[in-house]
């Protein structure tokens, strides 16, 4: 695992820190995932 | 010395005793020459708190962070603060936050955290935890906060004060600190609901008048809500006639604080993404990981999320249709202790604390709604599970619908309002 990581956007993320991150974005996909489902049934 | 005078040294002082024991409040600011050339007016010397996010002439603006400790001090004050001012009021201090109004806790890490007034072991609620505390506590009877997903109506409710968000653009945002620009407004906190008219009046003079014989709901689904929420949702109905009486069923209000989030996420990373490159590791833990994650977040996401922003925004313009004001909870539970991390939510489960304290607020946010929490009494006799904090109902209408809400609040605080909490104080 390298010890810290970019992002695109120039931010630099220790590697230490990489699992929380990656938790907290995947919430996110997950939140959007979801509502591509309800927008996809008609909402 | 006169009577304004000894209101806002009074204030001041009271500030200053309390702030060891709740952790509500950063600065206790030097009153007296204020006090001395307030101008006269409808506010004429009424001590106000301001949020640590509003620009104060003079003063670093820090937003509850340790990042902001060299920027450089306002030039003037905050569009709002200066109405305040300029209508008689006296800024005496300024409050605790979340960092950067990062969160729903007022738990910071680098100012500590602000306790709840009527049980020192709960959260005051967030992110304007401080203001709606020095309320609570009768340190001031306003306090400025900001409201982004619900953020001056949690603390409002926890802490059981008047909390009024108006609609988005109705108070100038300038010299605010930004959180997600979209989603920012201005909020406040007061002792009563003639208190939070008369702040309207002063920053918003043009808001339209009441709409006389409102038609009133309640709005669900409530299978979010806690025992006690739905408790004191179903004391308002009972004090306005309409226990019972048929429930407008509003859009799914898990996939509506879904989309909020994501778009606070978003334009929360744009916000700071210039000290995110350059100092994230002085950000506190919170803030820099959901900062960072807002960072990450595909670019279709915030599509998605604007897409049923725009969804909801025909779905509440159709609802208002036939309805005026709505009654829901503010918060789904009474505040949480500090170390409780997850909150039981009646037909949900057991869910995280946040984002879950704003299921409730969120939609009103998103939408640019005005919506106000009024405190609810809950007698410390009853015997029932957290006897005696405090919880607000929620009333939210339509656009220009502030004057409505606070008419209908009135109503409701003297029929079932909350003026022993107040006395209740721990």
């Known amino acids: 695992m390298p010890e810290e990581i970019a992002v695109p956007s120039g931010i630099v993320v220790p590697a230490d820190e990489q699992p929380l991150v990656q938790a907290a974005v995947d919430e ?4 959007w995932q979801l509502l591509r489902e309800l927008i996809e049934a008609g909402a | 010395m006169s009577v304004a005078t000894a209101s806002v040294t009074d204030a001041a002082e009271r500030l200053a005793a309390h702030r060891e024991g709740y952790g509500h409040v950063y600065d206790v600011l030097d009153v007296a020459a204020a006090a001395r050339d307030a101008r006269p ?16 002439a003079g003063r670093v603006t820090r937003s509850g962070s340790a990042l902001t400790a060299d920027d450089a001090p306002a030039a003037r004050s905050a569009a709002v603060v200066r109405a305040l001012e300029a209508a008689g009021a006296v800024a005496v201090g300024v409050t605790a936050m979340d960092e950067f ?15 709840n007034p009527h049980d020192p072991a709960r ?16 340190d001031v009877p306003v306090a400025l906060g900001s409201d982004t997903n619900g953020s001056g109506r949690v603390p409002a409710s926890l802490c059981g004060v008047v909390g009024l968000k ?13 959180f997600a620009p979209g989603l920012d407004h201005v909020s406040w906190f007061t002792d009563t609901v003639e208190r939070a008219e008369a702040v309207l009046d002063a920053v918003a003079p043009d808001t339209a008048a009441a709409t006389h014989s409102p038609r009133v709901a309640a709005a669900g689904p409530q ?21 019972g009486s048929a429930t407008v069923e509003l859009p799914p209000l898990d996939r509506t604080l879904d989309a909020s989030l994501l778009i606070t996420a978003a334009e929360g990373a744009e916000v700071h993404h210039d000290r995110l490159r350059r100092d994230r590791a002085r950000f506190g833990a919170s803030a820099r990981i959901g900062l960072t994650a807002g960072a990450l977040l595909p670019a279709g996401a915030l599509v998605t999320a604007e897409r049923y922003r725009a969804v909801l925004r025909e779905s509440y313009a159709a609802l208002f249709e036939s309805v005026d004001v709505l009654v829901l909870p503010t918060t789904p539970v009474v505040a949480p202790l500090i170390g409780e991390r997850e909150v039981r939510l009646g037909d949900q489960g057991v869910r995280g604390r946040e984002p879950s304290l704003g299921v409730f607020t969120a939609p009103f946010s998103l939408l640019g709604l005005p919506a106000v929490s009024v405190p609810i009494r809950r007698r410390r006799s009853s015997g029932a599970a957290h006897d005696g ?23 409701l605080v003297e029929r079932c309002g909350a003026d022993e909490l107040g006395a209740e104080v721990a």
């Open chain 2, 41 to 56: 007016g409808p506010l004429s010397g009424v001590p106000f708190a301001v949020k640590d996010l509003f620009d104060l």
């Open chain 2, 123 to 138: 959260i005051a609620g967030g992110s304007s935890g401080g203001s709606a505390a020095a309320v609570a506590l009768g």
């Open chain 2, 389 to 411: 904090l405090p919880l607000g109902v929620q009333l939210a209408g339509a656009s220009g619908s502030e004057r409505t809400l606070l008419a209908v609040a009135r109503m």
């Open chain 2, 166 to 178: 108006p609609g988005y653009g109705v108070v100038s945002t300038e010299g605010m600190a930004p």
């Open chain 2, 101 to 115: 109004a990062h969160g729903f806790t007022t738990i910071n890490d680098h100012f500590g955290t602000c306790r």
């Open chain 2, 223 to 243: 299978g979010w809500a806690g025992a006690e929420a739905l408790a004191a949702v179903d004391a308002a109905l009972g004090a306005l006639g309409l226990l």
């Open chain 1, 28 to 31: 996110h996909v997950h939140r």
